[in-house]
């Protein structure tokens, strides 16, 4: 990780405002520069050991995240695979304790990989009245929230885009979308698109 | 124009708005709740367009999606074809003229929205009548996740167009009230003006709504006009009603004769009589019923003439009683009429007393019985059985997540459908989780609890007068008549597919509703087999017709393909860059300056590059990250050269080929740590190369302790190119020795650049170009301000962005293939002069066993050499043939082999090509020949590198 901010570019910067103009039917806010590692791991006292290292345990359960307070602040670890994680975590992190090196020693020798892709995927919040019908126009997965409570995690497609979709609150309707780079230009022109009617008050 | 044929009461229509429409050029006046179709009969209007071959007049056979003839093209608000006027719902402003079969699609694009949405549900109710409310809300009760479909703009099915009563409550206002109590029931979404029109695989349903179409004008432009629901069921309940079929006889296609169902539902739901005086043609009771409704109503019904040998007793009297004369054992045997009917000729079936008569009417009603409408429940693989007292197919097994209830079964009396609508509703609730919170209270119906099937009938007997032409239609729509179908069956044909291919029954716009039952009835009879022997005809999505601009719904334009763009990209379009897609990225092409043609500004870019500084984006290259102890054995495997014996801070150019031995890709390959590289890809196969590793490691050596991630979007990549990158980089990396000593060819080194408060870099002396460059990868994060700075810093050097199509003159020259470009599959590392890259000592790779393959050691291979015109201007096209001779002999010329790549040099200042040609390498210095139009350009064969053999370039 680096502590340089002042020289950073996310890929949704420029569409903030666009953004914006969604509520209130939709709320969208890009959580740029956020620390994600791709972290591979099967042998269970591994995968004991990193979230070990994180304060907070990696999800048991397919399609979930785990979320927690650590030696890291506030960490969650989404399960993408049976043997797939993906930690994230704030992006203000102290550089002298890179997350990184600190997975990686709690892998150890045990088979596994751990990658930076920090800047691989943006990560969008979604929120607002309309946010599960937005997602309905894309999305062919059930996020009732007695189909997909909080805690859910699940890559999909919304629209074209390849995305991890993550529950964060059902009752309330807060989602958070991360997206691979080059394609967070076409997923927000997809989401201002699906808000139209919304926004215009028909439903 | 007064509506003469409304009545001054009933239906459900609001007869205190006025709604005016043109049709056919001719201005008159319909109401709220109106179709086209009853709003131009309440106008006296029957004719509403030719048929597609014979150009016979063609009127109104059905009051819903089932009618075969009343195609219509909509001129305003939008140009829409092929729509029937019995499923247009009026509006006011409405412009339409009938359709001699065809319709015009319009010439400007929709203006429209159309969208899609997903809905998951516990159970789906398909059909909002007697049957599907009561499966519906015994589900809801239950606590199930309810969706409910209906093609109507208001729930009730069949019960709109009769006038009975459901206990106290009239049918329409009972249905009105179950459908407000599903609108009310949490968990609960009625989804009227909806045609479920596809069944798939795991409770996969599509259905169309039609959501502003009734609004006309005001339909407002925010809101999607149609939107493709995409459900997902776990139970499927299909109340999908039933059709009522035709009996065939001669010109039995004239406007006025319609089928008696539907005519009571003009009545009851538009408040409209079909004409002034009827003849009622039927086979069975329900015809009875709207004979005496429309007598009720005041229209003058001649006589219900029944094939039966003996009329039902009780409806007979309460004919008789109206003053309707019954013929049992009777049949209509033909008609009069031009744009009307005028007559119909009555005769008595053998076996039955009576003489033949004539009656004059303007309205023929006929009834040959009820088919089931199993489209959906077949569409869900669910077998259908025909029935021989209903004569028609019904669902023929229980499937273990579909079911069928009401008239859909063959059900005749509503009772039985309210019955079965509740079992169905109460065993999918229990199927899908959920048990059902008692019982819901049936109303008790006093129609039709006698109803029996009738006589199967599928054409009035009789044979066609020698020469006469055959006026007994069967599928109205494609003109098809009876003779049609003896045709395909006098030509041997059995299967009913292949009858409906021979004669085209049932593949217009309604699919053979009304005909499709009626042709497998002919042609059983004509072979003389039992219809329980033949398989029906395979109903196939959509049930009904559903416009590509619904199908496409929001995937249009910028969305209808994602646009993939680096984190560079906004730079590259603020300067003017022209893009090329390679697969879903947009790469800058080149950067033309002011007044610069492609030509020109790609020749000042190659200039830059080979005399100065250039730079361009690379982040598009594929990356992964390889991680495990057996990386490099792995690598050995994928690569046909050695990856394993890399050394940690080098980098290695690598081929891959498929199992064939054939290139599949190429990139470098850099070593990281004992247990870790990084792979690069080319742009477009960079998912496919992940797969193919994912591939090996999964299904042939799981073993192998390796993990593959993609890094691709991770990074920003900007190759810096030419003589004075070294100093550009000098000057933004001073921590680093820049030097060929400490920063040699094929290395990477880790860094820090001075942008902002400091960017991690790697970079990287990678050469695409043969020019000593620098490749710096920072985060995608900071390309950008990582790129301007490289351009600032270059300014005094004259640095120069470049495209793909420089990048592509600068290998070529060079005589690097591209993947794609060079290759297509068939050509081997040996043919492309990469022997070099191809291990002899490794035990194994992919590919490797196909290497020895004497196919593969072929002397006469097509082989990758450079091409040089004689005349150095002639820049020869991408794809030219090879020819070996000044002048073309007569076909079959033969050919040695093509142009991959083809530019103009600015280093070497002259055209030059590359090609693969047989037995190329052993060409080098002939001369060849490339048709181009109508000369032979002659070319002088050379080695494929073309600039700087020595590579003396590379370390500046």
């Known amino acids: 990780m680096t502590a340089d901010t002042s020289s950073r570019t996310s890929p949704l910067a420029a569409w903030a405002d666009r953004l914006a103009g969604l509520a209130p039917a939709l709320t969208v806010v890009e959580r740029p520069f956020l620390t994600q590692l791709t972290v591979r791991a099967s042998d269970p006292d591994a995968v004991a050991a990193l979230g070990a290292a994180l304060g907070v345990a990696f999800p048991a359960d397919p399609c979930t995240f785990t979320r927690g307070d650590g030696p890291f602040g506030d960490v969650e670890v989404l399960w993408l695979g049976p043997d797939e994680f993906l930690v994230v975590a704030r992006s203000d992190l102290d550089p002298r304790v890179p997350v990184e090196e600190a997975l990686r020693t709690a892998l150890g020798s045990a088979r596994g990989a751990v990658v930076d892709t920090s800047a691989q995927r943006t990560t969008v919040?979604?929120?607002?009245?309309?946010?599960?019908?937005?997602?309905?126009?894309?999305?062919?997965?059930?996020?009732?929230?007695?189909?997909a409570p909080t805690g859910t995690c699940v890559q999909t497609l919304l629209a074209r885009a390849g995305v991890i979709l993550q529950v964060v609150d059902a009752e309330a309707g807060v989602f958070t979308v991360l997206v691979r780079s080059s394609f967070a230009e076409y997923l927000a022109a997809w989401l201002s698109d699906a808000c139209v009617e919304y926004l215009a008050g028909v439903s | 124009m007064s509506a003469t044929f409304r009545l001054p009461t009933g239906g459900l229509i609001d007869r205190d708005t006025a709604l005016r429409f043109t049709f056919n050029g001719r201005s008159m006046t319909g109401h709220p709740g109106d179709t086209l179709a009853s709003a131009l009969l309440a106008n006296g209007v029957h004719a509403i367009g030719t048929s597609v071959k014979y150009g016979r007049p063609r009127g109104i056979v059905a009051a819903g999606s089932e009618d075969p003839t009343s195609l219509v093209q909509?001129?305003?608000p939008f140009p829409e074809p092929m729509l029937t006027a019995t499923t247009v719902e009026l509006y006011d402003g409405l412009v339409a003229h009938g359709l001699p079969g065809q319709g015009r699609l319009a010439s400007e694009p929709d203006p429209a929205r159309y969208d899609a949405k997903h809905v998951h549900c516990d159970v789906l109710v398909v059909g909002a009548g007697p049957a599907g409310l009561v499966a519906a809300l015994t589900a809801a009760r239950g606590g199930a996740r309810v969706v409910v479909v209906d093609e109507q703009n208001q729930a009730g099915g069949a019960l709109l167009g009769t006038r009975e009563y459901l206990g106290e409550r009239l049918s329409q206002d009972w249905a009105a009230d179950i459908a407000a109590e599903l609108r009310n029931t949490p968990g609960v979404l009625v989804l009227d003006r909806t045609t479920a029109f596809g069944v798939y695989q795991d409770g996969f349903v599509l259905a169309l709504q039609r959501r502003t179409d009734h609004l006309g004008f005001d339909a407002p432009a925010d809101a999607a006009r149609q939107r493709v629901w995409r459900i997902r069921a776990k139970q499927t309940v299909l109340a999908t009603g039933a059709h009522e079929r035709p009996v065939v006889f001669a010109d039995n296609d004239r406007p006025g004769i319609m089928l008696a169902g539907s005519a009571r539902t003009f009545l009851h739901r538009y408040g409209v009589l079909p004409g002034t005086r009827a003849v009622v043609f039927t086979t069975d009771d329900s015809a009875y019923r709207a004979a005496i409704d429309l007598a009720r109503a005041g229209m003058d019904v001649a006589m219900v003439v029944d094939a039966r040998p003996a009329a039902p007793s009780v409806l007979a009297a309460r004919c008789s009683a109206r003053g309707i004369q019954v013929r049992a054992g009777h049949v209509v045997t033909g008609t009069e009429g031009g744009a009307r009917i005028t007559d119909a000729h009555v005769a008595p079936l053998p076996g039955t007393e009576g003489n033949p008569e004539t009656v004059d009417c303007d309205t023929l009603l006929v009834s040959g019985g009820w088919n089931p409408v199993v489209h959906l429940f077949s569409q869900a693989r669910g077998t259908l059985r025909y029935d021989s007292e209903l004569g028609a197919f019904v669902p023929g097994e229980e499937l273990p997540t579909v079911r069928v209830a009401g008239s859909a079964t063959g059900a005749l009396d509503l009772t039985s459908c309210l019955r079965q609508g509740r079992d169905a509703g109460h065993a999918a609730a229990l199927a899908a989780g959920f048990a059902p919170v008692g019982e819901v209270e049936l109303p008790v119906s006093g129609a039709r609890t006698d109803e029996r099937p009738g006589m199967v009938l599928w054409r009035v007997p009789g044979e066609l007068r020698e020469g006469a032409p055959d006026t007994r239609f069967v599928d109205l729509q494609r003109d098809a008549t009876v003779s049609d179908v003896l045709r395909a069956t006098g030509a041997g044909l059995r299967s009913l597919e292949h009858v409906k291919r021979y004669t085209t029954i049932g593949t217009a716009h309604d699919q053979g509703k009304t005909s499709g039952m009626i042709t497998a009835g002919l042609v059983a009879e004509e072979l003389g087999v039992e219809l329980s022997e033949q398989r029906p005809t395979t109903f196939r999505p959509p049930y009904t017709p559903v416009s590509f601009a619904a199908l496409a719904g929001r995937d249009r334009g910028e969305l209808h393909d994602p646009a993939r763009v680096t984190a560079l990209h906004p730079w590259h379009v603020a300067r003017g860059a022209l893009f090329e897609d390679v697969g879903q990225w947009k790469r800058p092409w080149y950067f033309p300056r002011t007044g610069e043609d492609m030509d020109t500004a790609v020749l000042r870019e190659c200039r830059a590059a080979r005399e100065g500084v250039a730079l361009m984006d690379g982040s598009t290259l594929g990356k992964i990250d390889l991680q495990g102890r057996d990386a490099g054995r792995f690598l050995d495997m994928l690569y046909t050269n050695k990856m394993s014996a890399l050394k940690v801070g080098r980098?290695?150019?690598?081929?891959?080929?498929?199992?064939?031995?054939?290139?599949?890709?190429?990139?470098?390959?850099?070593?990281?740590?004992?247990d870790r590289f990084l792979v690069t890809t080319t742009t477009g196969n960079a998912a496919m190369v992940l797969d193919w590793m994912e591939e090996w490691l999964q299904t042939e050596w799981p073993h192998l302790d390796v993990y593959a991630t993609s890094v691709t979007e991770h990074w920003a990549t900007i190759p810096l190119v030419g003589p004075r990158s070294r100093d550009v980089l000098a000057e933004l990396a001073p921590d680093l020795d820049v030097g060929n000593e400490a920063f040699g060819f094929m290395t990477w080194r880790d860094t820090v650049l001075d942008v902002g408060a400091g960017v991690p870099a790697r970079v990287c002396r990678i050469s695409f170009s043969g020019e000593l460059a620098y490749e710096v990868n920072v985060t995608a994060w900071h390309g950008l301000a990582v790129w301007e700075a490289l351009m600032a810093e270059g300014e005094k050097y004259g640095i120069t962005p470049y495209g793909t199509e420089t990048m592509h003159v600068l290998r070529a020259e060079?005589?690097?293939?591209?993947?794609?470009?060079?290759?297509?599959?068939?050509?081997t590392p040996q043919d492309l002069g990469m022997s070099w890259a191809v291990s002899k000592k490794k035990a194994d790779f992919i590919g490797k066993r196909s290497h020895t393959r004497a196919e593969n050691n072929r002397p006469d291979r097509k082989q990758l050499v450079?091409?040089?015109?004689?005349?150095?201007?002639?820049?020869?096209?991408?794809?030219?043939?090879?020819?070996?001779?000044?002048?073309?002999p007569d076909p079959p010329v033969p050919m040695l082999g093509h142009i991959t790549s083809s530019y103009r040099s600015a280093a070497l200042d002259r055209t030059f090509a590359l090609a693969v040609v047989r037995s190329g390498h052993e060409r080098v210095g002939e001369t060849l020949y490339v048709p181009v139009g109508d000369d032979l350009v002659p070319v002088t064969v050379t080695e494929s590198v073309l600039y700087d053999r020595e590579g003396a370039r590379r370390d500046g």
């Open chain 2, 651 to 674: 980098i290695r150019y690598g081929v891959m080929c498929g199992v064939d031995g054939m290139v599949i890709d190429d990139g470098t390959v850099i070593r990281l740590a004992e």
């Open chain 2, 814 to 827: 060079k005589g690097y293939p591209i993947v794609g470009q060079e290759t297509d599959a068939t050509v």
């Open chain 2, 866 to 888: 450079g091409l040089l015109p004689v005349d150095p201007e002639i820049q020869l096209p991408e794809g030219a043939q090879v020819v070996g001779t000044d002048r073309l």
């Open chain 1, 125 to 147: 919040a979604l929120a607002g009245p309309h946010v599960r019908d937005v997602l309905a126009h894309g999305c062919a997965v059930d996020l009732h929230p007695s189909a």
């Open chain 2, 74 to 76: 909509i001129e305003q």
